[in-house]
């Protein structure tokens, strides 16, 4: 599992740590893995190269400076630009190694910028001084520490200037803004150095294939189709028929005993004809509802909820959940779903996705599935998994359908509404990676690949 801690519990743990170690120490680590980062950035070679650090008054200067020290050693020619007050201990280190310090002469070109201007201690946003920085620089790949300065550490939200890494090298575990966009966007690749902390349990995290691995479904040795779980389809319309067919699609993956269908008669002819084998009605362990439901949405929720098994709710369906489901749950809205769901505008659920999930998640007692790119599954308790596998191709029509059958199959089979959202959303989002080959998919093609990703998870 990948875990993302907020500030307020790295500082904890870090103080925690400090007193059982000479001074300096952590920072030390921080600066040797964040040195070593930057080395492996240009290939492996430091002599002849060129670094900026951007170096703000804080401890994030601190580990630019120290880490420069390490980089000067190596025959990298490195530069300090100081953007506030510099106290920093490292500085006569960093002197002393050969580090130039002041503003850069005008049109040198640095083969990469380092950005510690500021990282967990930082409020949202960018001074002037680091901003027209930024401008002298604006081509050079930027390597930043700990965080892409000026995001919200803790929110993953972006109010104002910030910088655009190409790689963020973190302490100690990730942080929100690694994770959850829009910050994640402007954090690039992570890489992770171990300082030693000993932490808490995280409130953000993301499921990796081990995870997963051990979380999926698998049939015991004397299993029958039932004991491994029915899942219902409700779904799709005379006018969107193809919704029904997508999200059966995901339903039939194999990970559930059986698959039933029920809806629109001439639908379901064109289910079986692609599904021979799909049923009709009949008990089922967890209902999918809504895709292409179109005015019928309303009918198949309220028959659904009425056999009080889990439920995935989705696309026109979402509509009509008024408040608590009532039965354990996954909502699985679009932005624009959500934001009618919370009365505020799309705008305002892609800028805080985080927050919006979390809030939807409270409000209706239910497991909240946000889409997006890295779609962001939260617990009513707050807890919150992010999802790290998928492609931009995994943006086209039906892609949600086949989801929302797929989570179906696994709360059928025995999945809590928190675990199945999270396995599924990451199932799908490989299942799009191996379909694309780096090319385009649809979603039926995302549904198709999505056995073969279960046989390669790694053994449990
Ligand atoms: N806490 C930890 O566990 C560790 C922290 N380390 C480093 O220390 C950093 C935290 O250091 P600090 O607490 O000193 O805080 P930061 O260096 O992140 O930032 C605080 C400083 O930046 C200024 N500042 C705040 N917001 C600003 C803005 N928007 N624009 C410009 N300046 C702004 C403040 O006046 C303050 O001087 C970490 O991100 C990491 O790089 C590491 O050395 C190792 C361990
Ligand atoms: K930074």
Known sequence: MLRAHTVDQVRAAEAALMTTLPEGTLMQRAAHGLAYAVLDFLGGRGYGRRVLLLVGSGDNGGDALHAGVVLARRGVQVEAWLLGESTHDALAAFRAAGGRVGRPRGGRDFDVVVDGIVGIGGRPGLRSAAQEALAAVADVSVVAVDTPSGVGVDTGEIHGPHVHADLTVTFGTHKACHLLDPAAAASGAIHLVDIGLTLPPAQVEALQAA???????????????????????????????????????????????????????????????????????????????????????EAMLRAALEDDVPVVVDADALRHVDGPVGVPAVLTPHAGELAAMLDVERSEVEAAPLAHARSAAREYDAVVLLKGRRTTIARPDGLVRVTTTGTPWLATAGAGDVLGGLIGALLAAGLDPFDAASVGAWLHGAAATLASGGGPVVASDVATALPRVVATLPAP
Do not use: I, N
């Open 211 to 297: 995870d997963v691995a051990s979380l999926v479904p698998r049939p015991e040795p004397d299993a029958h189709k039932y004991t491994r779980g029915v899942v219902g389809v409700r779904a799709g319309s005379a006018a969107y028929p193809g919704a029904a067919l997508l999200s059966v699609a995901g339903a039939s993956c194999g990970l559930a005993g059986m698959v039933r269908f029920v809806g629109d008669p001439t639908v379901a002819d064109r289910v079986r004809d692609h599904h021979p084998e799909v049923v009709g009605a009949g008990r089922v362990q967890a209902w999918v509802v809504g895709s292409g439901a179109d005015a019928d949405a």
